[in-house]
């Protein structure tokens, strides 16, 4: 196993270029399940969990050439196995996410049913009972979803009790081909839904509502989508994540490939917070603050504060002149940087969903700690900039999930960060 070293109470400086984002790129490769064409996707973050559900496309019978690190052509049309095996699935949930697209392209598949995690037990009943209501007929046996719909996925009005961002995707790529015309309402709102109904909508699809909770999309019929080569969004948490180790370095840096509007919830925060906050286009550049403020923030859909980034605002608020107050709402477990921050001397107390953070700036010290989960672990990153002495975060396998070239992107930034094997 590696761990990461981190010498803290550097100063930061200078600009770090964002990838593109893991959970916008995860549904659109299995969105290819739907095209009757070979597509080129580039700007996709060289990242463990892009690489899994490639390597399950791949099991599937889909073939495809990196032409770089970050760009690849796909073609799924030879796809003759529609299993998705709990070996792989196991590693990654997100591959919940093919199951929407094969069953309506072929009538059937067997997914292996996700595992809890970390952050919460994370239930996929929202997407199965959607399901059913297109026509599809769902057994769970040994842990495996066997979904058959040998008619095809019929159109349907989808209504979700809670508003599901995989939930929404899997849906919206199940009615593509659906015959007759979906309604989603409840439907998630994040950019990474959004450019996965863009690509389908370039790809010919008729789909009304993009952007908003009430999407309608007129089935194919089984007819596979032409469709166009793409671009990834640029990731808005790895963003949001560099922003904060700017933030609790208490130093300015500037973030380039990102779209600022993606933001805007974490931006006014940081802005609550003290810093100062510059945009163009394409970039963002982060002010150091004269004294750090305390936050109160609630986690919740977009545009609101997105949970993804909750563990990182907790880092930054045990630097903080003042009590910060955090309200997790969408997982019953996304706290687990907690004991590892109070090991590093965070003034930190949980009940139930609200943690209350008494800020001690330059109080923190550096440590051995455990990554748990794919943000949480970012979370013990940013404490350990901050923190005096040196921190070995362990169990870093959950950070190369999602952040691209991590160390070299701090290290370049002027942070004292190394890989090493335990
Ligand atoms: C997506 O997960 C993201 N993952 C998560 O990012 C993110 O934290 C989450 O959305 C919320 O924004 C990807 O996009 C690959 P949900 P998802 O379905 O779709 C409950 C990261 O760090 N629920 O929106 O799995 C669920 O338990 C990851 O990159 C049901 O009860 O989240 C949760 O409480 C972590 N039944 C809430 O809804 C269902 O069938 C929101 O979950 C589905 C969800």
């Given at each position: 196993m590696k761990y990461l070293q981190i010498l803290g109470q550097k100063k930061l400086a200078g600009e770090v270029s964002i990838s593109g984002a893991k959970n916008a790129a995860l549904p659109l490769l299995a969105s290819t399940i739907l095209a009757k064409n070979s597509v080129e996707i580039c700007n996709l973050p060289n990242v463990v969990d892009i690489n899994t559900l490639l390597k399950l496309l791949e099991m599937l019978g889909s073939s495809f050439s990196k032409i770089d690190n970050n760009c690849i052509t796909i073609n799924t049309l030879n796809i003759?196995?529609?299993?998705?095996?709990?070996?792989?699935?196991?590693?990654?949930?997100?591959?919940?996410?093919?199951?929407?697209?094969?069953?309506?392209?072929?009538?059937?598949?067997?997914?292996?049913?996700?595992?809890?995690?970390?952050?919460g037990q994370r239930p996929v009943d929202l997407h199965l009972k959607a399901l059913e209501q297109m026509g599809a007929i769902i057994e769970i046996k040994a842990g495996y979803i066997l979904a058959t719909a040998p008619k095809g996925l019929k159109?349907?009005?989808?209504?979700?009790?809670?508003?599901?961002?995989?939930?929404?995707?899997?849906?919206?790529?199940a009615a593509a081909l659906a015959h007759g015309t979906t309604k989603i309402i409840n439907a998630a709102k994040e950019p990474e839904v959004v450019q996965l109904?863009?690509?389908?909508?370039?790809?010919?699809?008729?789909?009304?509502?993009?952007?908003?909770?009430?999407?309608?999309?007129e089935g194919t019929a089984q007819e596979l989508l032409e469709f166009k080569d793409f671009g990834i969004i640029a990731d808005r948490i790895e963003a949001g994540t560099y922003l904060c180790a700017g933030a609790i370095a208490n130093s300015k840096i500037t973030l380039n490939n990102v779209i600022p509007m993606h933001l805007d919830a974490v931006l006014s925060k940081l802005e609550e917070m003290g810093f100062g906050i510059?945009?163009?286009?394409?970039?963002?550049?982060?002010?150091?603050?004269?004294?750090?403020?305390?936050?109160?923030?609630?986690?919740?859909?977009?545009?609101?504060?997105?949970?993804?980034?909750?563990?990182?605002?907790?880092?930054?608020?045990?630097?903080?002149?003042?009590?910060?107050?955090?309200?997790?709402?969408?997982?019953?477990?996304?706290?687990?940087?907690v004991n590892e921050l109070l090991r590093m001397g965070a003034d930190i107390t949980l009940k139930g969903h609200t943690a209350t953070i008494t800020g001690t700036p330059n109080a923190l010290t550096g440590t051995d700690v455990m990554a748990t989960d794919l943000r949480a672990s970012s979370a013990l990153v940013l404490a350990a900039l901050v923190a005096k002495g040196?921190?070995?975060?362990?169990?870093?396998?959950?950070?190369?999930?999602?952040?691209?070239?991590?160390?070299?992107?701090?290290?370049?930034?002027?942070?004292?960060v190394k890989r090493f094997n335990e």
């Amino acid at each position: 196993m590696k761990y990461l070293q981190i010498l803290g109470q550097k100063k930061l400086a200078g600009e770090v270029s964002i990838s593109g984002a893991k959970n916008a790129a995860l549904p659109l490769l299995a969105s290819t399940i739907l095209a009757k064409n070979s597509v080129e996707i580039c700007n996709l973050p060289n990242v463990v969990d892009i690489n899994t559900l490639l390597k399950l496309l791949e099991m599937l019978g889909s073939s495809f050439s990196k032409i770089d690190n970050n760009c690849i052509t796909i073609n799924t049309l030879n796809i003759n196995e529609t299993k998705a095996t709990y070996d792989i699935v196991k590693t990654m949930r997100a591959s919940i996410l093919v199951l929407g697209p094969l069953l309506a392209r072929f009538g059937h598949c067997e997914v292996s049913l996700p595992g809890g995690c970390a952050i919460g037990q994370r239930p996929v009943d929202l997407h199965l009972k959607a399901l059913e209501q297109m026509g599809a007929i769902i057994e769970i046996k040994a842990g495996y979803i066997l979904a058959t719909a040998p008619k095809g996925l019929k159109g349907s009005t989808i209504v979700f009790d809670k508003i599901t961002v995989t939930g929404t995707e899997n849906i919206i790529m199940a009615a593509a081909l659906a015959h007759g015309t979906t309604k989603i309402i409840n439907a998630a709102k994040e950019p990474e839904v959004v450019q996965l109904c863009e690509v389908l909508r370039d790809a010919g699809l008729n789909i009304k509502g993009i952007g908003t909770n009430e999407i309608e999309i007129e089935g194919t019929a089984q007819e596979l989508l032409e469709f166009k080569d793409f671009g990834i969004i640029a990731d808005r948490i790895e963003a949001g994540t560099y922003l904060c180790a700017g933030a609790i370095a208490n130093s300015k840096i500037t973030l380039n490939n990102v779209i600022p509007m993606h933001l805007d919830a974490v931006l006014s925060k940081l802005e609550e917070m003290g810093f100062g906050i510059e945009k163009t286009d394409t970039t963002i550049t982060l002010l150091p603050a004269k004294s750090i403020k305390p936050v109160k923030l609630t986690t919740t859909e977009y545009p609101g504060f997105p949970t993804d980034m909750q563990a990182q605002f907790m880092a930054l608020a045990t630097q903080a002149n003042g009590v910060s107050i955090i309200d997790e709402n969408l997982f019953e477990n996304r706290y687990m940087h907690v004991n590892e921050l109070l090991r590093m001397g965070a003034d930190i107390t949980l009940k139930g969903h609200t943690a209350t953070i008494t800020g001690t700036p330059n109080a923190l010290t550096g440590t051995d700690v455990m990554a748990t989960d794919l943000r949480a672990s970012s979370a013990l990153v940013l404490a350990a900039l901050v923190a005096k002495g040196t921190t070995n975060i362990h169990r870093i396998y959950h950070l190369d999930r999602g952040y691209e070239n991590l160390e070299e992107k701090l290290t370049a930034l002027g942070a004292d960060v190394k890989r090493f094997n335990e």
